[in-house]
């Protein structure tokens, strides 16, 4: 592997397009900290997810869902846009990316400065609570202090629905609204940029290749191998921050 020939490459080809569609994975945040979730230091290594089903279900699953969530805020919390994250914001604002499809639910993409409306999230958002009843939001700081006096977080203030994070749990059915936007801008790119998948969790993984079919060409930026980095254009494996940042001139 040249890096410096891939990254050229990888320039060469940002700089001809005229629509990107921008994938993002959990590779591009575990260089802001965050653990991949599916890594070997992540936290399916050390516990099982919870089902959405068990969550709705039962009392102790919702309490052992939330323990888990706020013993990771202090990592979610310090977790800052790293230069991966910047080079697809300097992309959004040239213009050159009209969307940023991503898997993570760390919000790390809108605090680099891209719109929210600019942002599908196909995975949902764990920097805040939503109720399953009536949708309404909910801030994470006041349900966590009245997780820490009760051991419980309370219903939904607007309802009285149960509370969760705004994520997409296993069994959990995928957001229709977020999931044709991704469709759509899937379609209108010309240029189709994985960064930091691991191109295995469908139906989320399937958007690379409709983009290749569709005619765009499909860029992958990993560090590891991908299922589908035989049908690609360009494999880069290197660091995100590295790769894209060098193709880019962001530092």
Known sequence: MDAARDIAALRRLIDAARRIAVFTGAG??????IPDFRGPNGTWARMKPIMFQD???S???RREAWRRRFEAEPVMAAAQPNRGHRAVALMVRQGRAGAV???NIDGLHQASGIPEEQVIELHGNSTYAACLDCGARHELAPLRAAFDAAGVVPGCAACGGLLKTATVSFGQAMPEAPMRRAQEATLAADLFLVLGSSLVV???AGFPEIAKRA???LVIVNNDPTPLDGIAD??????????LGGATGTN
């Open 55 to 57: 969550f709705v279900a």
């Open 202 to 204: 469908y139906p989320a």
């Open 234 to 243: 360009l494999v880069v494996h290197a660091p995100i921050g590295d790769a």
């Open 59 to 61: 009392a102790a699953a």
């Open 215 to 217: 005619g765009a060409r």
């Open 28 to 33: 591009i945040s575990t260089e802001s900290g």
């Open 101 to 103: 499809i991503t898997q």
